[in-house]
């Protein structure tokens, strides 16, 4: 029996604009402008008015996620939603922009949330995390109730903050994320592949990048390597890009 097709208000409203910025340090970051061109590839196929810059400084990559907030909110036209791509060097909650200095991923995320970006208020939010996320690297591993609180639906209609966001990193915290120095990165070049192949809701298409990278055989420096990405979904319906 086939699953039964989602009610509209299940569906996030696609009919208005697609917006994208990619922000990519390609300094030191071989391979990175196969990913862009990747990238520019399929969201072009999906629709999207795509805008990306390259060698962003750390302070750049604060003022163009805030030029790219200002600009929503300055439209006529309704916006569907937003993807934000950000490629770098980087630790844990940090990249490192074309000046060695590191920026905060959380005070970027902040910039389009419900409560600062009135555009993108209920709207999808979609960021792709292009960078390591620590030092430590995956060789791979053979295969063989809480509390009760209250809840009211006679309230007024208001929505929480950090509804509506969708952030994918190319690996999981603490670890390194891998990119070939010709034919780029894993994590982007297999969503591309992934995205513009496939139909479905997109947290079914990540978990088909999910599987295909973690099949993936990598080596670096002769010894074999795995890497996954990590999701983590606060949407509240289902977003389909095609």
């Known amino acids: 029996m086939s699953n039964p097709r989602p009610l509209k208000e299940e569906v996030y409203d696609m009919s208005g604009a697609r917006l994208a910025l990619t922000l ?6 071989e391979g990175s402008e196969a990913d862009l ?17 390259r060698d962003p400084t750390a302070q750049q990559f604060q003022e163009e996620l805030d030029n790219f907030q200002q600009a929503m909110d300055a439209r006529d036209d309704p916006i569907s939603c937003a993807f934000v791509v950000l490629m770098a060097h980087g630790l844990e909650g940090r ?7 590191m920026v905060e991923l959380e005070n970027l995320f902040e910039v389009l949330n419900n409560k600062n970006c009135r555009a993108l208020r209920a709207k ?20 063989s ?16 903050t950090y509804t509506d966001i969708l952030q994918v990193y190319s690996t999981v915290e603490g670890y390194i994320a891998y990119r070939h120095d ?12 992934v995205f513009t192949e496939r139909r479905g809701p ?22 074999p390597r ?6 983590q979904s606060t949407l509240r319906k289902r977003l389909y890009l095609q």
């Open 95 to 101: 990249l490192k922009g074309e000046d060695g200095q």
């Open 226 to 231: 795995k890497v996954n990405p990590e999701i």
């Open 202 to 223: 997109i947290l079914e298409l990540l978990t088909e990048v999910t599987r295909r990278m973690a099949e993936a055989e990598l080596v670096q420096e002769g010894k």
């Open 145 to 160: 109730g809480g509390d009760m609180v209250l809840i009211t639906k006679d309230s007024p209609q208001t929505i929480p």
């Open 37 to 53: 061109d990747a990238l520019e590839r399929m969201f072009q196929q999906l629709g999207f008015e795509s805008t990306m810059k």
């Open 24 to 29: 990519c340090v390609t300094k030191a970051r």
């Open 182 to 193: 010709k034919e780029g990165s894993c994590f982007i070049q297999t969503l591309v592949d």
């Open 124 to 143: 999808p939010k979609v960021y792709i995390v292009q960078a390591c996320r620590g030092e430590q690297r995956d060789p791979g591993e053979t295969v």
